[in-house]
């Protein structure tokens, strides 16, 4: 009975991705019909437009060369009187005629490069978001949140001691979600903008606050950081965290995905909204219930002031 319940969920599992993939592709579509019918609709008013204008040049181009019959067997003065006329007539029409229009078609080439930008933006699409917002009870006492409860930054006044609530972070300028996760699939992403050192990731629900935190997993810690504005590292099981090789661009938005059935935390580039680019990943399942954890770190006289932003399901940060 137990495989055939682990074979139930499965079947389960597999049918809802593929629903939601077929609903996705099926958007596309519609998206790229509608698209194609634009352009067409487009060019088909401006080859109207263009024929209308060559009708109207070809019709007073008829008219002097009439012009020209009736006075061909006239005498030669009058004859070169018309013709003058034309001819300055004809000058000023080809002068006032526009060049024939060129039509700016534009349409996605289907190539296997257009099939993998499908694929990377359904990824994202399909991505399992989480609204999450920061839980101010465990804030450091420098950082000041937003009322939504989405942007958090570290203030330059000098702040008050923390008190003895055992849930606030009395040393590392850090934060939690309200959210505690335990179970599924989840995915957020955290605008991180030009700030030049941050770390992103999860915590153990257990894992202590107070005093000098040591971020590797072994205590509960499972994080991605920035720091001197151009060096990502991983917070491993180290004496420091483990540079990585330094991206092409620095992520000014970070999504993050956990799987607690597979073991995975993974960290992506969520700058460009139609994909993700996967900086690093954890793979070991985690002993427990975890808090999305966000490390703002101390504002640095101001070079390091610059928020954390939630990007919440619509990606609009409240």
Known sequence: MEVEETVRQFQGAVGEQLGKMRLFLAALEGSLDREAERV????????????GSLNSYLEQLRQ???????????????????????TSRLQKILAESPPPARL??????????FKFQ????????????????????????????????????CSEQKAPPAGEDPRQFDKAVAVVAHQLLS???HYWEVEVGDKPRWALGVMAAQ??????????PSQGFWLL?????????????????????????RPVRVGVYLSFRDGVLSFYDASDADALELLFAFHERLPGAVYPFFDVCWHDKGKNAQPLLLVGPEAQEA
Request: aromatic share 4%.
């Open 183 to 185: 179970e599924g699939e």
């Open 207 to 216: 894992a202590g606050r107070r005093g000098r935190l040591h971020t590797v």
């Open 40 to 51: 067409r609709s487009e060019a088909a008013v401006a080859l109207q437009r263009e024929l």
């Open 104 to 113: 700016d078609i534009q349409l996605p080439v289907i190539s296997d490069d």
């Open 118 to 153: 499908v694929w990377r933006k359904m990824f994202r699409a399909l991505m399992p978001v989480v609204e999450l917002t920061f839980d101010p009870s465990t804030a450091h006492p420098s950082l000041v949140l937003s009322l939504s409860g989405r942007r958090v930054e």
């Open 64 to 86: 002097m060369e009439k012009v020209l019959e009736e006075v061909a067997d006239k005498p030669q003065t009058e004859f070169l009187m018309k013709y003058c006329l034309v």
């Open 225 to 249: 950081g920035l720091r001197d504005g151009k060096i990502l590292e991983a917070h491993v099981e180290a004496k420091e965290p483990r540079a990585l090789r330094n991206p092409e661009r």
